[in-house]
């Protein structure tokens, strides 16, 4: 299986981000890969705090590098999503950009 690294916002509203998190990798999985899901540790860490936010990208970028692809979700670029965008151009890890009609498609439901 090809592991895709899942690259979508975090901050801001987080509830909310990870609810759209999971559907991103609902339809990541249902498309046959393995996806790397850094969001999660939004769970354990809280993204407000500059430390934990650091100790979490930090973490999502270490795992970059056991991945075949970046597959990038939502309209917005965050400044995190930057840093994990450059960091896969530097090592040539594939950029795939999703767009929500795809996800509706393969999974159903509302575009978020």
């Known amino acids: 299986m090809r592991k895709v690294y899942i690259c979508a916002p975090l901050g801001g509203d ?7 998190v999971r559907r991103y990798t ?3 999985l249902l498309c046959g890969t393995a996806p790397v899901v850094p969001h ?8 407000s705090k500059s430390k ?8 999502g970028l270490s ?3 056991f991945c075949d692809e ?3 979700f939502g309209d917005k670029e965050t400044e995190g999503m930057k840093t994990e965008i450059l ?9 795939r950009r999703i767009k929500d009609s795809e996800i509706t498609k393969k999974i159903g439901g509302k575009t978020p």
């Not at 934990?52 to 973490?59: L, N």
């Not at 960091?87 to 950029?95: P, Q, S, T, Y």
């Open 52 to 59: 934990e936010r650091k100790i979490g990208m930090a973490a």
């Open 87 to 95: 960091f896969c151009k530097n090592l040539n890890v594939r950029i």
């Open 70 to 72: 970046i597959w990038i």
């Open 14 to 20: 987080v509830a909310e981000n990870l609810r759209r």
């Open 40 to 47: 999660f540790y939004a769970e354990c860490l809280d993204d």
């Open 26 to 28: 609902k339809y990541a």
């Open 63 to 65: 795992l970059l590098w």
